[in-house]
């Protein structure tokens, strides 16, 4: 599928976001025992949210799917998460991803720690309902793109049109 509208997200706003959802968090509660990102684009919202609540436990749960670009293949989980996490149903446990989009990578991480407490800086429609704390939402048919997947090119003018 091709997605209609595009929503570049800079380094900046990405970090603002992150903060934004780290300020939520906090007034969940104050004792996170620890954060499972969900990698590869959980990594960077888990950082910045590490750095804000003071939690020095990170785990990761590795799922790979969107294998080309926009197209979600079979969901495989790459590495689990630690037994020394799963022991409550991850009572007390914050999973941190940058995005839920059809909500199929939630449903399964959320499956693995049902107690958790699931969070993600941007959800789709679809994803919605898996996450718990989110901070901002944009349509079904909108594409994210990601400041590390994003590089600095010439615009050209508006008045030469798109084709240039
Ligand atoms: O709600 P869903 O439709 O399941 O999609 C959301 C997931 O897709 C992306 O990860 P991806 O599998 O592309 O891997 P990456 O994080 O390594 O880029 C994104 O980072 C979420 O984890
Ligand atoms: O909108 C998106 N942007 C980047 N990665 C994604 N993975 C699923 N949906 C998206
Ligand atoms: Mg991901």
Not at 63 to 81: M, R
Not at 127 to 145: A, H, K, M, N, Y
């Amino acid at each position: 599928m091709t997605s209609e509208k595009s929503f570049p997200v800079s380094w900046d706003q990405f970090h603002r976001d992150a903060r934004a959802l780290a300020w939520r968090l906090a007034g969940v509660r104050d004792d996170w025992k620890a954060i499972v990102c969900i990698t590869r684009g959980g990594l960077v919202p888990a950082a910045i949210i590490a750095r804000e609540l003071g939690t020095r436990l990170i785990e990761t749960v590795c799922v790979a799917s969107y294998h080309d670009y926009e197209t979600q293949g079979e969901l495989k989980v790459l590495k689990g998460i630690s037994p020394d996490l799963t022991g409550d149903d991850g009572d007390g446990v914050l999973i941190v991803d940058d995005l839920t989009d059809t909500g199929k990578t939630a449903a399964l991480v959320r499956s693995m720690l049902p107690k958790a407490h699931f969070a993600t800086v941007y959800a789709k429609p679809k994803g919605r309902p898996l996450v718990d704390t989110f901070i901002t939402e944009v349509s079904q048919d909108t594409w994210i793109f990601f400041p590390w997947d994003l590089g600095l090119t010439f615009q050209a003018p508006i008045s030469k049109g798109v084709a240039g």
